[in-house]
């Protein structure tokens, strides 16, 4: 059973948004079969990002988080990503969830391969076999519901590449790449854009909905750096419960780009959106 893809995208007025957006949505716009695209800003939809989407023809959805929890943490897409979950579920939308920021940069085959990410129902044989761990390690591969992949940074400051991901073993995960001392303190070491999950995940009580956790609440005031892993800890138990995608992981599909955009110097006698449409 192949899956359709939902992709979720914070997204904020800020000069380079206007190219960010055309380009992911240049890239969603070719996969086949048609993706939906839930793209969220924080407060108000503006003009800008509505008329982006309409041209870009992708199937989308442009929602509003209004964010009533006042919280002091960093936001960076936080509360937008939850609203984008609430709204799977609230509608019950099947398909495989990704978080796509929109100032990375996506291969094609990315999405393609996310499709293939386990959706076959096989929770009652991995039951069965729960007291024989090798044979359940290779069932929760046909269940996982959850895939991931190394994401490869690129920080312009500091001038260097590096890759955060599985280490796998055909379709296993087996170790993680990681580089920062203290990031050692996280229990997966996964860029928010190097996974994705099956959204029956997100009902299936033994996972999301796990009594006395509710991680749409438990995110919002998670310490930066740590969203993901707390997010994934929510939803499958250990590396058992994942699978790479594509199987070895032997191919960079996405990357992270940190690129600063504040003090822009604008072209004279040009008339530009603050989004740097120009006009
Ligand atoms: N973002 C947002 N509002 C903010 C900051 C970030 O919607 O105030 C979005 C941004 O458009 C991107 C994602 O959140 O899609 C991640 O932002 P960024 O790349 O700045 O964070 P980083 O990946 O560097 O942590």
Redesign the pocket.
């Known amino acids: 059973e192949r899956k359709q893809v939902i992709v979720i ?4 007025n800020r000069a380079l948004q206007a190219y960010f957006l055309n380009r992911l949505g240049q890239v969603l716009r070719l996969v086949q079969p048609p993706l939906l695209w839930i793209v969220v800003e ?1 407060t108000s939809a503006s003009a800008e990002t509505a008329e982006i989407l309409r041209k870009t023809g992708v199937m989308y959805r442009h929602l509003v988080c209004v964010n009533k929890n006042n919280t002091n943490v960093k ?3 936080v509360h ?1 990503r939850n609203a984008g979950l609430e709204h799977i579920e609230r509608h019950r939308l099947d398909g495989i969830v990704y978080f796509a ?3 990375n940069v996506y291969s094609l085959q990315l999405f393609e391969s996310l499709r293939n990410i386990s959706s076959i129902v096989m929770e009652f044989v991995a039951l069965c076999l729960r007291f024989h761990s090798q044979i359940s390690r290779i069932a929760c591969l046909f269940c996982s519901h959850f895939g991931t992949w190394p994401v490869a940074m690129l920080a312009q400051s500091k001038n260097k590449a590096i890759v955060e991901g599985p280490v796998c073993n055909a379709s296993q995960v087996i170790g993680w790449h990681t580089n920062e001392k203290s990031k050692r303190l996280r229990r997966f070491h996964v860029d ?1 854009s190097g996974f994705a999950f099956n959204s029956t995940i997100l009902w299936d009580p033994k996972r999301w909905n796990r009594p006395f956790s509710n991680p749409i609440r438990q995110l919002d005031t998670v310490k930066e750096g740590f969203q993901e892993t707390t997010f994934i800890e929510q939803v499958v138990e250990d590396e058992s419960q994942m699978e790479s995608v594509p199987p070895s992981c032997s191919r960079i599909l996405n990357w ?1 780009l ?1 690129l600063d955009a504040h003090g822009l110097v604008y072209p004279r006698g040009w008339l530009l959106q603050k989004n740097l449409e120009v006009v």
């Open positions: 995208t914070p997204t904020y924080m936001d960076r897409g937008q920021d929109d100032d928010m992270h940190h």
